[in-house]
């Protein structure tokens, strides 16, 4: 499958709230899930970090997700069932504005409902990164990005000033 560009932020795209998948198993679907896993790959060559990608980063408006981390594979029309009340805080990027950080607040853990890419309807419970994985890509498919997420605006900075910050041990938090 061929990589795809990454929309970056501003691309309308990106606020878009994704369509529901009719057949997991659609040939267009499997290009797509296909087009997803081969553009993280290269984002991780690329650029040393990357987890996972969902669908309208790539320009398309259904609901699809892929990951590649503690699990592997897509998930179609994923949806968020259970949330712990146990909260944590980090400093989240993403592929569509690689140069900014958003400290956000996410759940400890979660249970998501999806369907494999057979078809097969599915739950996956996850806590920790994974858990902070999938709350972000599932929120990219409803159109709401990291940054939305953020504490408040005095919580999105740069990566560059990041490191400088977090190398003086100067963080916002």
């Not at 994704?18 to 499997?30: G, Q, Y």
């Not at 594979?73 to 259970?82: D, E, F």
């Amino acid at each position: 499958m061929p990589v795809k560009d990454i929309l970056l932020l501003g691309n309308p795209v990106l606020r878009q709230k994704c369509s529901p998948v009719k057949r997991a198993h659609a040939e267009d679907i499997r290009g797509l899930i296909g087009d997803l896993r081969d553009t993280l790959q290269e984002f991780r060559r690329q650029r040393g970090f990357g987890r996972g990608i969902a669908a309208p980063q790539i320009g398309s408006t259904k609901q699809v997700v892929f990951v590649d981390f503690e699990y592997s594979g897509a998930l179609i029309n994923p949806r968020i069932v259970k949330r712990s009340t146990k909260k944590f805080t980090l400093w989240d990027d993403c592929f569509s504005f690689p140069d900014i950080l958003a400290y956000v607040v996410r759940n400890y853990g979660i249970t998501v409902s999806f369907q494999d890419e057979g078809g097969k309807s599915r739950k996956l419970s996850a806590e920790g990164a994974l858990s902070e994985l999938l709350q972000h890509e599932i929120d990219h498919i409803n159109g709401i990005l990291a940054i939305d997420r953020a504490v408040d605006s005095r919580h999105i900075v740069l990566r560059s000033e990041f490191e400088k910050m977090s190398h003086k041990s100067q963080l916002m938090l």
